[in-house]
């Protein structure tokens, strides 16, 4: 559904890259994570339940997809300081795009 969503605002500009079964290391086994293509950048869209470390591996799920993490949240969870102090990018689909 976040791909769909990314459509509709990128449109053409949006594509689903190959997935490719991968080991994840423990630390990043809590989310689930989507490879695609946003206006030629490679982006991986991070999904789940709790947020609340994800500002510190941030930077380890970006560097293991070798893309730029954009999470995948709801209206509450941009209420963490992570996504509103840090400038984190994050959609919250059919409302906001903020890559």
Known sequence: MPIEYLKTVY????KNLPRTK????????KFS???VSVTGKRTV????ERFDE????KSIIEEF????AVAVIDEETKK???????????II??????I
């Open 93 to 98: 689909v059919g409302k906001e795009c903020n």
């Open 80 to 90: 963490l300081e992570i996504f509103f102090e840090r400038e984190t990018p994050y």
């Open 54 to 57: 994800y500002a510190e591996i």
């Open 11 to 14: 449109g053409n500009e949006v």
């Open 33 to 35: 994570y989507e490879l």
């Open 45 to 48: 869209l991070v999904s789940g």
């Open 22 to 29: 991968i080991a994840l290391p423990p630390r990043l086994r």
């Open 65 to 68: 997809f070798d893309a730029e």
